[in-house]
């Protein structure tokens, strides 16, 4: 048996790229502490607001999968490097935008190099850690960053307000890129293999088209921000142009992304946990920001702090996932963690968050453990599918889930706390009706019609906003919580079959051999470092 010498700076190729992707998940998240700051520096409106964050995951959706399928074409170090400094510049437009406009120019840019980047992440760790423990390890601190970066953003959000402008909730990715990106020239080899073909750039637009339009008609159709016909009309292009996007990819000899990735049920199990899963965290984490600032009135930073347990526990989940899945297999700590997590977020749901004592930060603790293992096994599960020439499409599909899912998350529960705030408020009878149904758009919206009143009229009002806000937020965490169980007996499911694709088939014959020749010998009886 031939000895394989592994390359010792692999591990500092992980390094490099999980510093990368840090900044690309915090951006996923930093807004949700400053949207009220921001609201009024901005001037922005309750719709302004909401694309400024949602903006930034719907486009990374539809760009995530041609972007990777470039990185198989002309290489991930090419694009990754590109990707950086977009990224970059993006950041910097961001951080000093003068209107709401301008800083939604900026989302799309951030949102541009982000999509070069994620792709690439995944794809390089594909082919830099051959074996199947080493990859589950190396997947598993990625997904630490991934998770952690998610949840540390409300908190670097709050603690950049207390002494900054929200400007800087941009600019501190600028010297992460200045750093990341010459340590991702010199260490990432320059020679690598590329899939055949060319880049069909038409079936990029096709897909970003059909992507982008479907999900704006499915936000403004719940959101009732369009008339009908118009939200149908969207609809339908949606609809068209993933239709042509498909039958092209089918007939074509060089498809943009290869759809018999679809044919392995653990690549389907893993996209449909991280669309569910990361959706249900955005929009809770969105939601929760939200109920401590304007319901319980924290600041910021102390919003932040508040959700420390969640972040510290979910930045554990990512290794931890790793080591568990290697030990007692991937489908049984995926679908217990899910179930875990189903049962935290239902116990937050009832949970009072004016008195946290320890069960609340215990339960938020659990549900970001929980979900970051989760997380990390989809993963596992796709990128353990494929085959080392086809990390980067894999990967694109990953992160599509990943930011469809918390595009949609934010969206959705985003329309859905609006509709039964809408419902549930009471407010005061003697209000005007323009301001009553100014009032009853959102708890951003209630403060905002309660600065223009008396002070017995608008304690009145913001307390009625209060109790409305709470009420949609308890039903919100039930319906998430009942997601996240169904989704934990579907990855039960599919995952029946799993076995990762790599060097794990031919340690398993290798075995099997060995046990036929000898099977009363102990490598033989219990197997060795060869079997797993």
């Known amino acids: 048996m031939s000895i394989q010498f592994r390359d010792p700076a692999r591990w500092f190729v992980l390094i490099a790229v999980m510093l990368a992707f840090l900044p690309i998940v915090i951006d996923m998240t930093v807004l949700h502490v400053v949207v009220p700051t921001l609201t009024q520096s901005l001037g922005a409106s309750s719709t302004e607001v909401l694309w400024i964050i949602d903006i930034y995951p719907l486009l990374m959706a539809g760009l995530l999968v041609p972007m990777g399928t470039l990185a198989d074409r002309v290489g991930n170090r090419k694009i990754l490097l590109s990707g950086l400094a977009i990224f970059g ?23 541009f190099g982000g999509s070069m980047i994620v792709p690439c992440v995944l794809g390089i760790i594909r082919r830099t850690f051959e074996d199947d423990g080493e990859r589950a390890i190396a997947l598993g601190l990625w997904g630490t960053v991934g998770s952690a970066g998610a949840a540390v953003g409300p908190l670097v959000g709050g603690g950049l307000l207390e002494h900054f402008w929200w400007g800087s909730v941009f600019l501190i990715n600028v010297p992460i ?97 991280a669309l569910v899963a990361s959706g249900a965290l955005a929009g809770v984490e969105l939601t929760l920001a939200q109920e401590l600032q304007y319901v319980i009135g924290k600041t910021p930073l102390e919003a932040g702090i508040f959700m420390v347990p969640l972040m510290v526990a979910a930045a554990i989940g990512g290794p931890v996932a790793g080591w568990l899945s290697n030990t007692f297999g991937l489908r049984l700590v995926a679908t217990i963690s899910l179930l875990i997590s189903a049962g935290a977020l239902a116990y937050l749901g009832s949970a009072d968050f004016n008195v946290p004592g320890l069960v609340v930060p215990a339960a938020l603790a659990v549900t970001g453990l929980t979900l970051s293992i989760g997380l990390t096994a989809s993963s596992i599960a796709i990128m353990g599918s494929v085959e080392p020439e086809k990390g980067g499409a894999a990967g694109s599909l990953e992160g599509t889930g990943y930011e469809l899912g918390t595009g949609l998350g934010i969206t959705l ?120």
């Open 89 to 111: 510049i993006a950041s910097v437009a961001a951080a000093f935008s003068q209107n709401a406009p301008m800083l939604i120019g900026a989302r799309i840019l951030l949102a």
């Open 177 to 273: 890129m200045l750093v990341v990106a010459p340590a991702c020239y010199f260490l990432l080899p320059r020679k690598e293999v590329a899939s055949s073909g060319k880049w069909a750039f038409g079936q990029a637009l096709m897909l970003i088209a059909g992507m982008v339009s479907l999900v704006y008609a499915i936000k403004a159709g719940f959101g009732d921000s369009q008339p009908l016909l118009i939200v149908l009309a969207i609809a339908t292009f949606g609809i068209m142009m993933l239709s042509l996007f498909v039958r092209k990819q089918l007939r074509t000899d060089n498809p943009m992304l290869d759809l018999s990735l679809f044919s392995h049920p653990a690549i389907v199990a893993g996209i449909i946990m």
């Open 413 to 532: 529960f985003g329309v859905f706390m609006a509709v039964v705030f809408g419902h549930a408020i009471k407010v005061p009878p003697d209000l005007a009706l323009p301001l009553a149904q100014q009032a009853s758009r959102s708890i951003g919206d209630t403060y905002l019609v309660a600065s223009q009143l008396s002070a017995e009229q608008g304690a009145a009002l913001i307390a009625a906003g209060k109790l409305a806000f709470s009420a949609a937020h308890v039903t919100l965490l039930y319906i998430a919580a009942t997601v996240i169980a169904c989704l934990a007996i579907a990855v039960y499911i599919l995952l029946a079959n799993y076995r990762p694709t790599g060097n794990s088939d031919r340690k398993h014959r290798v075995t099997a051999t060995l046990r036929e020749r000898s099977k009363d010998r102990i490598l033989g009886a219990r197997g060795s470092g060869i079997a797993k």
